[in-house]
């Protein structure tokens, strides 16, 4: 394979082709790079660039310089698989790297595009273009780094490029796992000591420890990653065993109510079986009913009592059974802290929820920030409200506070059982990506 480089600046490329693996790929003669100068294409006096049509700021360009490019290095080494830079291109994953690289392993030519500037007239990528990359959600100077980066990437998949075949396909972002610790000699440096597990030659138990810890930082480190692969239940149920404890309380009292007022909301029953049955999907450990209302505690005890009763509610429905069983009646946020505290031996970290976006709040968190409340090693009470929201009281007593939930409308009345159900799977639910 030849790979042609279409750059205004190949010195940049020297050093890079001349180190290492791709070094070494090129004297097995397994992949060869020809760098081409833009410059080249210019007719002396003639600028490479040109304004674009619109009034916008930059240059861009001009579409006549990359065709010329195209022609001559397509005379050279025959027609091109042709690859652009772009932060507007699709992002570049180990995963689609992948993809990326079964589509142009039997090619004999390739060609990168790496631009400057504001980039280069859109007429090119869509003349010319088989993928457009984007290395990530942010924007370098130029097309350079990406190009070095995306051949990085790509030729450890060419077979011989890499020493070791095993490593390419164990490596993080490969599987559902990302990679484990590892540890070379000396045993102890600056007081650190190598597990002793990884010393004892006992490989049953090197590899469980392994997989461990590979599970474990994937769970706390890069959860988006994880949820976005296709897991078996046994690896599944291996990453749930990382995840904090999770409970939700519904709270009927501490709430907004329609007048202003703060007080207390009435319980209905479809919010208990619906509340307890998403609770159940998500693996919530307890569903805290919160009100101090006797009437009202009375009446969804009965409730309870039917379906939590194994040999009543378990036979007619023991999947409701099971959902139920996780319902506590709670008479104030107190007692939910204190039973947690009491069953996981360290107090919750409360995330509250909130319909109302609260500008400069800094406690809000997007349902891409479990790190942030994981990292604290407790476990998690999700706190949902009622009637018209949790009142302030409720809400100082939140160490995060989850984005409200919006869809592309004004409309924003959702029930709670709705967005209990969304809470949880936008937190903690799957959101496959292959
Ligand atoms: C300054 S950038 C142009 C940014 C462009 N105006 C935009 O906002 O999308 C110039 C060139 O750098 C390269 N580039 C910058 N960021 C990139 C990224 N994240 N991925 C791939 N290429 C990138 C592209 O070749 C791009 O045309």
């Not at 709270?251 to 909301?265: A, E, F, N, S």
């Not at 995060?400 to 159900?421: E, T, W």
Request: glycine share 6%; proline share 4%.
């Amino acid at each position: 394979m030849n790979v042609s480089i279409l750059t205004l600046f190949p010195e940049l490329y020297q050093p890079f082709l001349q180190t290492s693996l791709l070094k070494r790929a090129q004297e097995k003669k397994l992949v060869s790079f020809s760098l081409h100068n833009m410059f080249d294409y210019v007719e002396p006096k003639q600028r490479i660039d040109a304004p674009t049509f619109g009034h916008s700021s930059g240059m861009l360009i001009r579409p006549d310089v990359i065709e010329q490019g195209i022609d001559e290095a397509e005379k050279q080494f025959g027609k091109s698989f042709k690859i652009f830079l772009s932060p507007q291109g699709s992002k570049l994953t180990q995963h689609s790297a992948q993809e990326l690289w079964h589509k142009v392993a039997s090619q004999k030519h390739v060609m990168l595009f790496a631009s400057r500037y504001e980039g280069i007239d859109a007429r090119v990528e869509q003349e010319y273009a088989d993928e457009i990359i984007s290395v990530g959600d942010f924007v370098v100077m130029g097309g350079d780094i990406p190009a070095m980066l995306l051949l990085e990437c790509l030729l450890r998949y060419m077979p011989g490029v890499v020493g070791k075949e095993e490593s390419v396909t164990l490596d993080s972002f490969s599987g559902a796992f990302v990679d484990h610790p590892e540890y070379t000699k000396p045993v102890e440096w600056k007081g650190r000591v190598v597990p002793e597990v990884l010393r004892s030659g006992n490989h049953g138990a090197i590899a469980k420890w392994r997989q461990e810890k590979s599970v474990e930082l994937t769970v706390k480190k890069h959860f988006d990653w994880m949820r976005s692969c296709l897991l078996t239940s046994e690896q599944r149920d291996l990453a749930s065993r990382y995840i904090p404890s999770h409970y939700v309380a519904l709270m009927h009292t501490g709430i907004v109510l329609k007048d202003g007022r703060i007080g207390t909301t009435s319980i209905t029953s479809i919010d208990v079986h619906d509340i307890a049955r998403s609770s159940a999907t998500y693996n919530l450990k307890h569903y805290f009913l919160v009100s101090p209302l006797v009437d009202q505690k009375k009446m969804i005890q009965d409730l309870l009592d039917f379906w939590q009763e194994k040999e009543v509610g378990g036979e007619y429905n023991s999947d409701r059974h099971e959902a139920m069983n996780r319902v506590i009646m709670a008479d104030g946020l107190a007692d939910v802290i204190a039973a947690i505290e009491k069953k996981e031996g360290k107090k919750p970290v409360i995330l509250g929820t909130s319909a109302k976006f609260a500008p400069g709040e800094p406690r809000m968190i997007s349902y891409h920030d479990q790190e942030k409340v994981w990292s604290h090693d407790r476990p998690v009470l999700i706190l949902l409200g009622t009637g018209h929201g949790m009142a302030e009281q409720l809400m100082k007593q939140c160490d995060f506070i989850l984005q409200p939930i919006q869809g592309f409308s004004r409309f924003n009345h959702l029930s709670v059982r709705s967005a209990a159900a969304i809470i949880f799977d936008k937190w903690l639910g799957f959101a496959l990506q292959k």
